[in-house]
């Protein structure tokens, strides 16, 4: 049937583009809702036309099989009556409307068949569209997990980088720190030799001190000199 394929190739073409075009998945998720949608509402309007088809044809025939009857009924009755003339006359008209009703037959069978293939892939594009969208949530919320994932991975580097700007920050620290020990170690150094030279120049004078004020040691060699007869 025509029409079935026509619209076959159509939701067909709406597929492949959007897998040629592979975009964001989320994006192309949506684009394909959008078109399958669009599809299913003209899947619909051409099933409503096809399903008034068919409900035309059976009309015509349920009509065409009401009037053989009635001639098989008017007859019946001139037979009865006993008019054979009149009787031929309503068979003859019975069987021109049986050939049209074969012919109506044919055609309601054929508006059936196609009515039942519309409503199929009305049906089955309603399912599918019911479908996706049941899946559309669970597909973002991958992609949405997989953004973040991205994100935290850029971010991983970023906090690399910095780590590595920490560890020169360290090395520098201390660099800085052996700089002020020596510089206090130095200082220390040239306070100890200051203390020193004060220490021995305090000496000096602590010696001299001791000796002047040691008169019994002087009185005491005096009086050595005097016994032993030495001169000054």
Do not use: W
Request: glycine share 4%.
């Amino acid at each position: 049937m025509g029409i079935l394929s026509r619209f076959k190739d159509i939701m067909s073409a709406n597929i492949n583009a959007l897998l040629d075009k592979a975009e964001d998945p989320e994006k192309m998720i949506d684009q394909y809702l959008r078109n399958i949608e669009s599809d299913l509402g003209k899947v619909k309007a051409e099933t409503a036309a096809v399903m008034a088809e068919e409900t035309r044809c059976k009309r015509q025939l349920d009509e065409c099989t009401e009037e053989v009857n009635k001639y098989q009924r008017y007859a019946e009755k001139a037979v009865a009556a006993g008019n054979d003339s009149d009787a031929k006359q309503f068979l003859a008209k019975k069987a021109q409307l049986t050939q049209q009703q074969a012919t109506l037959q044919q055609t309601y069978e054929v508006a059936k068949t196609n009515a039942t293939k519309m409503r199929q892939m009305h049906d089955k594009l309603c399912k599918d569209i019911a479908d996706l969208n049941a899946r559309k949530d669970a597909i973002k919320a991958k992609v949405a997990a997989a953004k973040t994932q991205e994100k935290l991975n850029k971010l991983g580097a970023s906090v690399d980088g910095v780590k590595g700007s920490m560890s020169a920050f360290d090395r520098m620290e201390a660099k800085a720190d052996n700089m002020l020990d020596k510089a206090n170690a130095m200082a220390e150094l040239n306070s100890s030799a200051e203390e020193n030279d004060i220490d021995n120049l305090a000496a000096k004078y602590d010696d001299a001190s001791t000796t002047s004020e040691s008169p019994a040691i002087d009185d005491e060699l005096a009086a050595l000199k005097a016994k032993m007869g030495v001169q000054e």
